[in-house]
């Protein structure tokens, strides 16, 4: 089973940015690979994907526009590129994969493997 392990995260005033990375323990053929958050209270949210056979990338409105997603297949990477970071982006951000095809890539439930998350501080 992939594993996934996440890091960069940390505390940042709003409008900075961050970039978080995850380490994939080996390219599967999953459908999806994604991003994840919960804040604290709330329900899961998925934020961003690239659909792995079409390298496509999705995101939810939340963060279209600010948030970009990409992989480095030669590192077994994936990464979260966050720019102008606002409090309410505070969350625990999860890396975690779909294994079959799904036409609903951003809802968090279609993920079946998960990281442990890092957490992402936005406060002044």
């Known amino acids: 089973q992939v594993q996934l392990v996440e890091s960069g995260g940390g505390s940042v005033q709003p409008g900075e940015s961050l970039t978080l990375s995850c380490q994939v323990s080996?390219?599967?053929?999953?459908?999806?690979i994604g991003w994840i958050r919960q804040a604290p209270g709330k329900e899961h949210e998925a934020v961003a994907c690239?659909?792995?056979?079409?390298?496509?990338?999705l995101y939810s409105d939340s963060v279209k526009g600010r948030f970009t997603t990409s992989r480095d297949n030669a590192k077994n990477m994936v990464y979260l590129q966050m720019n102008s970071l606002r409090p309410e982006d505070t969350a625990t951000y999860y890396c975690?994969?779909?294994?079959?095809?799904?036409?609903?890539?951003?809802?968090?439930?279609?993920?079946?493997?998960w990281g442990r998350g890092t957490q992402v501080t936005v406060s002044s």
């Open positions: 080996e390219f599967l053929d999953y459908y999806a």
């Open positions: 690239i659909l792995n056979k079409f390298g496509i990338d």
């Open positions: 975690a994969t779909i294994a079959r095809q799904t036409a609903t890539p951003l809802r968090y439930s279609q993920y079946t493997t």
